[in-house]
């Protein structure tokens, strides 16, 4: 089975590779004036299929929020997302914006769940 090639945009334009069965991970923090913020990211291949678990976590003055999501891809459509158009967190937003410049073709990601958790919220009973 040939070794799955893809990228993904974190502080610029990564090629990832995966062969059946594993798994890469990456981990990273912001610390700002307000408190901090977190994104940890699971790629894994099984098969066709390429699943991405994002986990997000966050703390500022309105207090704790933590979301996750998983997509997923089939391999034979890692490469057919319109051109110039990406998806990032963007730690300082605390959300997800769209880049757009000269990048590369990128995966069709589908949806396969995802949640949020306000523990301000929580606290007063939301």
Not at 63 to 68: D, T, V
């Amino acid at each position: 089975m040939k070794t799955a090639r893809f990228w993904i945009y974190h502080n610029g334009w990564v090629k990832l590779s995966l062969r059946d069965g594993e798994v890469l991970e990456h981990y990273d923090k912001e610390l700002d004036e307000e408190g901090y913020s977190s994104q940890y990211n699971c790629w894994q291949r099984d098969g066709d299929i390429i699943t991405n678990e994002i986990h997000n976590d966050s703390r500022c003055c309105d207090g704790r929020f933590s979301s996750s999501q998983e997509i997923e891809c089939d391999i034979t459509q890692l490469k057919t997302r319109p051109a110039r158009i990406e998806r990032h967190w963007d730690s300082s937003l605390r959300s997800y914006e769209w880049i757009i410049g000269d990048n590369p073709n990128t995966p069709q990601w589908q949806d396969a769940g995802c949640s949020q958790r306000d523990y301000a919220a929580e606290a007063m009973g939301y």
